[in-house]
């Protein structure tokens, strides 16, 4: 459980806090999750599904993913890549085709994604460009699963925005996590979602005492972009 943040403590960057802007180079924008599994009514975890049980049980959800958090992700992305705010995603994939190498829970939840596989691709909306690096990982949180978190120190990351799929489940773990490890975490509320919107709105409530939450909007506004 996170304490109160002591107001009379401070930093070489002013009072201690979470709600402090992000510094483009000491900052990092990580995309989670938005594969063609997870991402696509076509995907792996919808696999055997007819359209009429994916509108009646899913609707919500790719309502969700199509017309908010993929293009809230994209201008994300654009505003950041501007900015010179290092991009980085994850992915769930196994290392092998048979996912020997997977994590117990994912095993248990029938989770396998094979290497190289398109389930695993990052959905063409929001492909990574150039070199920016994909982690993939067998377990929700991508601190437990990769050495992310080597590679953010080895990049001069301290500020992380996190967005993606899904709100309560792979971006939650990587929010606690990245907290836990000394990040500051911005949490960008309306480039991720979930199942519900009752599920959304209490994985927000839960980590807030982690996290500065704020919108598409907001960050963008901070970083010096426009509004639509």
Not at 47 to 53: F, I, M, T
Not at 72 to 90: F, K
Request: glycine share 8%.
């Amino acid at each position: 459980m996170t304490s109160p943040t002591d107001s009379a403590a401070t930093t070489a960057d002013g009072p201690l806090g979470r709600e402090r802007p992000l510094v483009p180079a000491r900052a990092a924008l990580l995309v989670v999750d938005v594969q063609n599994f997870c991402t696509r009514r076509d995907g792996g975890e919808f696999k055997g599904l007819s359209e009429a049980e994916i509108e009646s049980g899913y609707a919500y959800y790719f309502g969700q993913v199509e017309k908010a958090a993929l293009p809230n992700m994209q201008r994300l992305l654009a505003a950041c890549r501007g900015a010179g705010i290092e991009v980085l995603y994850t992915t769930i994939e196994s290392l092998t085709q048979d996912g020997r190498d997977r994590s117990l829970d994912y095993k248990i939840s029938g989770f396998n994604i094979p290497r190289g596989s398109w389930d695993a691709k990052v959905v063409e909306e929001v492909a990574p460009l150039g070199d920016e690096m994909v982690f993939a990982k067998t377990a929700s949180s991508v601190f437990v699963a990769t050495n992310i978190d080597y590679v953010l120190r080895n990049l001069g990351v301290e500020q992380l925005a996190i967005c993606g799929l899904r709100t309560d489940h792979c971006v939650e773990s990587a929010i606690r996590n990245a907290c836990d490890l000394g990040y500051l975490v911005t949490q960008v509320t309306d480039a991720c979602t979930t199942f519900t919107q009752d599920r959304h709105d209490a994985s927000l409530r839960a980590v807030k005492g982690y996290c500065r939450q704020v919108t598409t909007d907001a960050l963008l506004a901070e970083l010096g972009e426009e509004r639509p």
